[in-house]
């Protein structure tokens, strides 16, 4: 049996790979992805929690609603910033493990809150903050699985984990409409609330939009206990990982992840809400699921087309698919209440999360490259020695860096749903909003071609 903490860890030697390395990243891999999967569940729960409220008698306002629907990116962003450099420090699998119970807390605190009917709104907002410990995972989960792959299949391995772990967003929008219809767990959880929508009364179990996630929670913590593992040579102290702050490319990274993930956990925790407020007549839980669900299942595909053909060309091109996307939902847009396309409206979104998948695997195939680039260069005529520090240097900063920029990014989920709600409530649509995010992609594009994708460029990666 492989010991827990593994001594000796050598992916880039092709020998130790092919015997032993290949088959321990796998299975680490394969118990990280569920996790994650389970993070982003109930991160986003919140999402379609809050549509629901009213219809059980919360007397919220609209503004207040898309509060409760942006605190969990606000809290999930903040705890990815010391997350992200907690694997080296604790390791892995002691990490995955701690990260993953926590969990259960806001899962069964939704429980409980949504069947009384005198839970408070300052409740409900603590709620939502503690949502956020599942979006924290993302930058521990990253940061791990980056140790334990060759730098030549990093794009693919990251990209099965962040699309795969996202796909939780969309599991979460299918599985808890479907949850809250029935008393799935009989008289162990609490009878119905009435619901009541559009003069139609019925009953809704909401409770088990918390509830639903408690035993996969559990399992999944004693997978990550049991069967996964730290790795000796990625241990690090916090002073030895804040180089990245001196370090440019770490804040330029920072920003262009903010571009592709931002968006995506950003609009998949707004659309529901914006889908609700711009086209009344519409279910929003019928088709917000869809979005994450293809967001999710591209990012592999762009971290593998990236490990292809570079991560710098694919970032730079997604980007200015993503502004044309962003004019096309202005498009299609209803302006007073009257006229636009819902047919159009949501096209145009599934190509803007089609892009963020894309986006999200390109830029991570970017950081250790760029990393790795960066040190060797430092090290160049200096021996072998300083080679192969300045490898292990480089896999270091860039696990970092992959984590704090995915904390710098998961703000995204708490400016994109506050942006439309204060451009909804200062103007009357969400207009204001997207010229901005629009405005937002051009720069993702200027600094992406710039400093990578040019000819010339100063880090071509």
Same mark, same amino acid.
């Given at each position: 049996m492989?010991?827990?903490?593994?001594?000796?860890?050598?992916? &880039?030697?092709?020998?130790?790979?092919?015997?032993?390395?290949?088959?321990?990243?796998?299975r680490?891999?394969?118990?990280?992805i569920?996790? /994650?999967?389970?993070?982003f569940?109930?991160?986003m729960?919140?999402?379609?929690?809050?549509?629901? =409220?009213?219809?059980?008698?919360?007397?919220?306002?609209?503004?207040?609603?898309f509060?409760?629907?942006?605190?969990?990116?606000?809290?999930?962003?903040?705890?990815?910033?010391?997350?992200?450099?907690?694997?080296?420090?604790?390791?892995?699998?002691?990490?995955?493990?701690?990260?993953?119970?926590?969990l259960?807390?806001?899962?069964?605190?939704?429980?409980?809150?949504v069947?009384?009917?005198? +839970?408070?709104?300052s409740?409900?907002?603590?709620?939502?903050?503690?949502?956020?410990?599942?979006?924290?995972n993302?930058?521990?989960?990253?940061s791990?699985?980056?140790?334990?792959?060759?730098?030549?299949?990093?794009? +693919?391995?990251?990209?099965?984990?962040?699309? /795969?772990?996202?796909?939780?967003?969309?599991?979460?929008?299918?599985?808890?409409?479907?949850?809250? +219809?029935?008393?799935?767990f009989?008289?162990?959880?609490?009878?119905p609330?009435?619901?009541?929508?559009?003069?139609?009364?019925?009953?809704?179990?909401l409770?088990?939009?918390?509830?639903?996630?408690?035993?996969?929670?559990?399992?999944?913590?004693?997978?990550?206990?049991?069967?996964?593992?730290?790795?000796? @040579?990625?241990?690090?102290?916090?002073? &030895?990982q804040?180089v990245?702050?001196?370090?440019?490319?770490?804040?330029?990274?920072?920003?262009?992840? =903010?571009?592709?993930?931002?968006?995506?956990?950003?609009?998949?925790?707004?659309l529901?809400?914006?889908?609700? @407020?711009?086209?009344?007549?519409?279910?929003?839980?019928?088709?917000a699921?869809?979005g994450?669900?293809?967001?999710a299942?591209?990012?592999?595909?762009?971290?593998?087309?990236?490990?292809?053909?570079?991560?710098?060309r694919? +970032?730079?091109?997604?980007?200015?698919?993503?502004?044309?996307?962003?004019?096309?939902?202005?498009?299609?847009?209803?302006?007073g209440?009257?006229?636009?396309?819902?047919?159009?409206?949501?096209?145009m979104?599934?190509?803007?999360?089609?892009?963020?998948?894309?986006?999200?695997?390109?830029?991570?195939?970017?950081?250790?490259?760029?990393?790795?680039?960066?040190?060797?260069?430092?090290?160049?005529?200096?021996?072998?020695?300083?080679? &192969?520090q300045a490898?292990?240097?480089?896999?270091?900063?860039?696990?970092?860096?992959?984590?704090? @920029?995915?904390?710098?990014?998961?703000?995204?989920?708490?400016?994109?749903?506050?942006?439309?709600?204060?451009?909804? @409530?200062?103007t009357?649509?969400?207009?204001?909003?997207?010229?901005?995010f629009?405005?937002?992609?051009?720069?993702?594009?200027?600094?992406?071609?710039w400093?990578?994708?040019?000819?010339?460029?100063?880090m071509?990666?």
């Amino acid at each position: 049996m492989t010991s827990r903490v593994l001594a000796v860890w050598n992916p &880039e030697d092709q020998a130790f790979w092919n015997t032993e390395g290949k088959s321990i990243a796998s299975r680490n891999l394969w118990i990280s992805i569920p996790a /994650l999967l389970l993070s982003f569940a109930v991160w986003m729960v919140w999402s379609v929690v809050v549509v629901n =409220l009213p219809t059980i008698g919360f007397p919220f306002a609209t503004d207040q609603l898309f509060w409760l629907a942006a605190l969990p990116g606000l809290a999930g962003a903040t705890l990815r910033i010391f997350y992200s450099f907690m694997v080296p420090i604790f390791g892995g699998r002691k990490w995955t493990t701690i990260s993953t119970a926590s969990l259960l807390i806001p899962a069964i605190g939704i429980g409980f809150a949504v069947r009384d009917p005198g +839970t408070s709104y300052s409740t409900f907002l603590v709620l939502a903050l503690l949502c956020g410990l599942g979006g924290g995972n993302f930058a521990s989960s990253m940061s791990n699985i980056s140790f334990f792959f060759p730098q030549a299949q990093k794009g +693919t391995a990251l990209g099965l984990n962040a699309g /795969l772990g996202n796909l939780g967003v969309s599991a979460m929008q299918f599985l808890v409409p479907l949850a809250i +219809t029935a008393g799935v767990f009989g008289a162990l959880c609490g009878g119905p609330q009435d619901c009541v929508e559009n003069g139609v009364a019925r009953p809704m179990w909401l409770q088990n939009a918390g509830f639903i996630w408690v035993p996969f929670i559990a399992a999944s913590t004693v997978a990550a206990w049991f069967g996964m593992n730290d790795i000796a @040579s990625a241990k690090a102290s916090f002073r &030895e990982q804040a180089v990245i702050f001196r370090r440019k490319h770490n804040w330029l990274m920072c920003w262009l992840y =903010l571009g592709t993930f931002g968006s995506f956990i950003g609009y998949s925790a707004g659309l529901p809400l914006l889908i609700k @407020s711009q086209f009344p007549g519409i279910s929003p839980t019928k088709y917000a699921f869809l979005g994450p669900l293809v967001g999710a299942l591209m990012r592999p595909v762009g971290g593998w087309v990236a490990d292809k053909v570079g991560g710098a060309r694919v +970032t730079f091109w997604n980007f200015i698919a993503m502004a044309a996307s962003a004019a096309g939902i202005l498009a299609f847009l209803p302006r007073g209440g009257a006229g636009g396309s819902f047919a159009g409206f949501l096209a145009m979104f599934i190509l803007m999360f089609v892009t963020t998948g894309i986006g999200n695997g390109s830029t991570f195939r970017m950081i250790p490259v760029i990393f790795a680039t960066d040190r060797m260069r430092d090290a160049e005529g200096k021996g072998p020695a300083a080679q &192969e520090q300045a490898a292990k240097d480089a896999a270091k900063e860039a696990a970092a860096v992959i984590g704090f @920029s995915s904390a710098f990014a998961a703000y995204g989920a708490f400016f994109i749903p506050k942006g439309f709600g204060s451009s909804i @409530s200062l103007t009357g649509g969400p207009e204001a909003a997207l010229y901005g995010f629009l405005a937002f992609y051009i720069t993702c594009i200027a600094v992406t071609y710039w400093f990578y994708s040019r000819r010339n460029a100063e880090m071509p990666c």
